[in-house]
């Protein structure tokens, strides 16, 4: 520990003492201009480089966030309908990472992980997704896998065209999807709004077979709005809200579907930029956020026993971040804080309803504080290289308000806890030529998640345990090395990124021998418990070539690997994959058709549930025509996922429940 | 563009009332176990000069167990009065004529610092027209003794978590178990206290005197064991059990006392097994320990329900 306080200090040192004199270069380019309005304008559109960048696949523009984010090389899901899928990154589940909407953390309010963060915006709302893998990503707050930031959309000050906007509209003929999306920005010198609405139904899909899956319908709207003022020349403050509804939606996968949730998402935010001097940019921003999940079980005939499960989940926060610039050498500051109250009730109805309901908390008011200073320093020590180092230091607080509901699988754990979560990463790159390299390390804790140390009696479908939290589980101690190399010609690139976690205290959950299950469809008690390690390695090779100056591939494989410290296989590790995609653009049509699958999960672990998934193999087409319309630009889409109706399941749906058969896709966009 | 804030606003208030209100679960326990903690008058018998009062929880006699409290006072000033002992007998009557007790302590035990005798009751079924409980208390002050008789009423036990059984052992012996605390239990660990008690057959033939004392005594067993296995029997539950639960055995006090988790509120049954001194089972079945949802749980033949 002690070691680990003087290598912080020696960092946070580092960069006060460390800072290159070569301050002038950067920006004079900018400075010529005296025009300092422009100044501010130009500088924003840098700091936010992503401003324009739509969420939407190459083969679908219609992408819900999910679909999006599947297409990230180190992102799976685990699926349990159609809706609501929790990405797994790095083949490790989400309390493993953090997920954060522009740096804001948001904590999914039911037990049973039905509404991963993901789940609360929408394509419309958003302008791209960061994916940071492992330590490099604690930026927003400990993390082991890496963070998951979502981008809001947020229109530059004084853009030349002030009003902007689109209307998509699109229609899904597997589940009758019908979507219809909308947003407008309206961008003065002083006063900037983005506005979003949009609206998703679908009914039940079809698999393979053609057989409907029941209970997979969705219902879904979501709508944000952004106003940003600028108060100076160089400051501004912005205040946003985003509010998801989504009600009825079916989980196939669970003995239970979702009645109503709602997500409040609201920020208020101040930032300044500053012309000179090393600190370039300082962004404060408090947030709130509410959610509210509540299931149902009552139109599931086969569940005997009627159950009400609501969740509630309330978080108050602040971020902090400062960009420091100083010639060659750059550097984050980032302050965390955020304060967050979790409550999730079940009450058991009897089968004579005129006898007494049963009623216990699974998380039992358990409230969890954080705050943290994140830094990321990177030197560009010469035009072929450059070393990244960077750390976190974070105290995470946990007090569970009911601990008597802990105290009965864990007599006398503390009511409170405090755990101190330390990261550290390093990386270096190096580019010669044609040829870029890369390598990595990374050192750092994670607490146990409110589930994993609070959690009680959480029915888990996929394996029908369960689960138990344990408050006095030990932080999950994570190291890292990652390493990629490539080569980028005209035509042609191909690279392969590795890397591999070595993690102590891997929490999961294991058979309890003496505990008797509580949910009607449960076989028995799990219980969270700390592994003494677990390996995981992820591989993945990527290449693109350009046969033709319109037609473009693009082919990329992963492999994973994991295993606990007894060489057994843990759960939810893809196994091998591929995706090969080409792309003809011929004036103003685009097609692309795209083939992807999995190998069979050989390497599955029957002790959480999982069996041998066979392999699968999907073909995926579309079509799409750009013109004018009046004044509009005008994108129409059509295609199809799953041409041949293959029908099939993959290593991480729930309950192997099958993926959705051919699904033909029509869309259509205005923008202006 | 004013608008806007407004309708923040409104996004926010309409937010803040949730959909469905958290439950108050502190309160639903309190309105579903009624307890009383206060010693009150149950009765009273002026005795020549003297008051008798008996106080019990409440001031009411339950079925089941009830600790009593007996003071003596000269109801001329209002007084304590130095007894030196004092007897407690519960006699129940039957319309066929049978007289019988329950446990009781006889020989009251004094307590100088609250000034009164302290004793318990264990009432074996309520007051009704085909059931009169009679009390035949004794004391003596200065060397001369008193013996009193009043009926008394024993009323229902609503806190099902104060409720006993009655049974046959196999060694042909009759036991009552009366459960003592907790009065009012928490999805948590609990303290699980209970009296287990005999009656002992009388050697001899009943004395002209009525009451005899030989006849109706109980005693408390000594060094039994009582295991324990928690169930909640609803069909909806499976039978689901606890973990970390102890089996009660006896402590100083007499009582036998062991640890109850309860994972959730609602119908428990504590199942049972008696064994005694030499680890015989008298009485009590082991319970499956298969989950079975949907069937109504197997019960030890030695149980009793409760609801929190």
């Known amino acids: 520990m002690k070691t680990l306080i003087i290598a912080f200090c020696i960092l946070f040192m580092g960069m006060t003492v460390a800072v290159p004199e070569a301050q002038a270069q950067h920006g004079d380019t900018e400075h010529h201009h005296k025009d300092t309005t422009r100044y501010l304008k130009e500088v924003t559109v840098i700091d936010e480089t992503i401003v324009n960048k739509k969420i939407e696949t190459e083969m679908k523009m219609a992408v819900s966030v999910d679909e999006f984010l599947a297409s990230s090389d180190n992102i799976s899901f685990i699926k349990r309908g159609a809706y609501a899928w929790e990405p797994l990154l790095n083949n490790m589940s989400s309390e493993r990472s953090s997920l954060t909407i522009d740096g804001m953390h948001v904590f999914g309010a039911c037990t049973d992980k039905m509404d991963p963060i993901t789940s609360y915006v929408e394509s419309n709302n958003l302008s791209s997704i960061d994916i940071t893998s492992g330590q490099e990503g604690s930026m927003h707050g400990a993390t082991v896998a890496g963070s998951i930031d979502l981008k809001r959309k947020s229109t530059p000050f004084g853009l030349e065209k002030k009003w902007g906007g689109a209307y998509q509209t699109g229609f899904e003929f597997n589940n009758n999807q019908f979507l219809n999306l909308g947003n407008l920005s309206y961008s003065g010198d002083k006063l900037v709004a983005d506005g979003s609405i949009s609206f998703r139904k679908a009914g039940n899909y079809q698999a393979g077979n053609n057989a409907e899956v029941n209970h997979s319908q969705y219902n879904k709207f979501n709508t944000s709005l952004g106003l940003a003022y600028k108060t100076s020349l160089l400051s501004s403050v912005r205040v946003d809200a985003i509010y998801d509804r989504a009600s009825d939606v079916g989980f196939p996968a669970l003995p239970m579907d979702l009645w109503l949730s709602r997500a409040i998402i609201t920020s208020a935010s101040y930032k300044r930029l500053f012309e000179e001097g090393m600190l370039r940019v300082w962004d404060t921003k408090v947030y709130y956020n509410a959610v509210e999940h509540y299931m149902d079980d009552t139109k599931r005939p086969e569940n005997k026993v009627h159950m009400d499960m609501p969740g509630w989940s309330t978080t108050y926060g602040l971020v902090s971040r400062a960009s420091i610039l100083r010639g060659a050498y750059r550097a984050e500051i980032q302050l965390n804080a955020y304060d967050n109250l979790s409550i999730a009730e079940m009450t058991m109805y009897p089968q004579d309803r005129s006898k007494k309901t049963m009623f216990a908390y699974s998380w039992p008011w358990v409230t969890t504080r954080f705050a943290g200073l994140s830094m990321n320093n990177s030197w560009s020590i010469s035009e072929m290289s450059t070393l990244n180092v960077g750390g976190s230091l974070g105290w995470n607080y946990n007090h569970s308000k009911y601990v008597d509901f802990n105290w009965i699988f864990h007599p006398g754990a503390p009511q409170e806890k405090n755990r101190i979560l330390p990261g550290l990463h390093a990386s270096y790159q190096l580019t010669i030529d044609q040829f870029n390299f890369s390598l990595g390390t990374g050192y750092g804790h994670r607490a146990p998640s409110v589930s994993e140390g609070y959690g009680y009696y959480i029915y888990n479908s996929f394996d029908r345990y369960d689960y138990v939290g344990n408050p006095n589980l030990k932080n999950e101690v994570s190291y890292e090395a990652n390493a990629s190399a490539g080569v980028k010609k005209e035509k042609m690139g191909i690279e392969a990124r590795v890397n591999y976690f070595y993690i102590e205290n891997y929490i999961i959950g294991r058979i309890l021998s003496l505990g008797s299950p509580m949910n009607y469809q449960s076989v028995g008690v799990k219980g969270y418990t700390s592994l003494d390690h677990a390996r995981l390695y992820n591989l993945s090779v990527n290449a693109y070539y350009d046969i033709l100056h319109h037609l473009h591939w693009k082919g990329t494989v992963t492999y994973s690997r994991a295993t606990d410290n007894r060489d057994g296989n843990l759960p939810f590790i893809r196994p091998m994959s591929y995706r090969t995609s080409l792309h003809y653009m011929y004036q103003r049509l685009g097609l692309q058709a795209s083939l992807s699958g999995d190998m069979a999960q050989k390497k599955y672990s029957p002790e959480y549930g999982e069996d041998l998934t066979p392999a699968y193999t999907v073909v995926n087409v579309s079509a799409d025509y750009r013109f004018d319309f009046k004044n509009f630009r005008t994108v129409l889409q059509v295609g199809a996922e799953n041409l041949f109706n293959e029908y099939y399941s993959t290593y991480a749906d729930w309950g192997n429940i099958p993926r959705m058969g051919r699904n033909v896709f029509t869309s259509l966009r205005f923008s202006f | ?308």
């Open chain 2, 1 to 308: 563009m004013q608008k806007i804030p407004l309708f923040l606003a409104a996004v926010c208030l309409v937010m803040a009332s949730c959909t469905k209100e958290k439950t108050d679960y502190e309160a639903a326990i309190d309105a579903a176990v009624p307890v009383n903690y206060e010693f009150k008058e149950a009765l009273s018998i002026n005795s020549g000069v003297y008051k008798v009062s008996v106080a019990a929880l409440n001031g009411t006699f339950y079925k089941g167990y009830n600790e009593i409290r007996l003071t003596i006072t000269d109801s001329r000033n209002g007084q304590n009065v130095d007894a030196t002992a004092a007897t407690f007998l519960p006699i129940m009557a039957n319309t066929d004529g049978s007289m019988v007790s329950c446990p009781h302590r006889y020989d009251l035990t004094y307590t100088p610092d609250g000034n009164y005798f302290a004793g318990y009751s264990v009432f074996t079924a309520e007051s009704s027209a085909a059931t009169i409980w009679n009390l035949y208390i004794s004391f003596s002050v200065a060397g001369k003794v008193q013996t009193e008789r009043v009926t008394l009423f024993v009323q229902e036990q609503t806190n099902k978590n104060l409720n006993m059984v009655a049974f046959t052992g196999k060694d042909d012996e009759q036991y009552v178990i009366a459960l003592v605390g907790p009065q009012r239990p928490k999805v948590a660990e609990n303290a699980l206290i209970a009296g287990i008690y005999t009656f002992n057959k009388p050697t001899n033939a009943p004395s002209e005197n009525f009451p005899d004392p030989s006849q109706f005594s109980y005693s408390e067993v000594s060094g039994y064991t009582l295991q324990l296995d928690p169930r909640m029997p609803e069909p909806s539950m499976g039978n689901h059990s606890s973990i970390n639960n102890k089996d009660l055995t006896q402590q100083d006090d007499g009582l036998y006392h062991g640890v109850v988790n309860y994972t959730m509120t609602g119908n428990w049954t504590l199942n049972f097994i008696m064994l005694n001194q030499n680890g015989r089972v008298l009485k009590g079945t082991e319970v499956p320990t298969t989950f079975t949802p949907g069937v109504e749980g197997v019960k030890s033949e030695l149980y009793i329900n409760i609801l929190f």
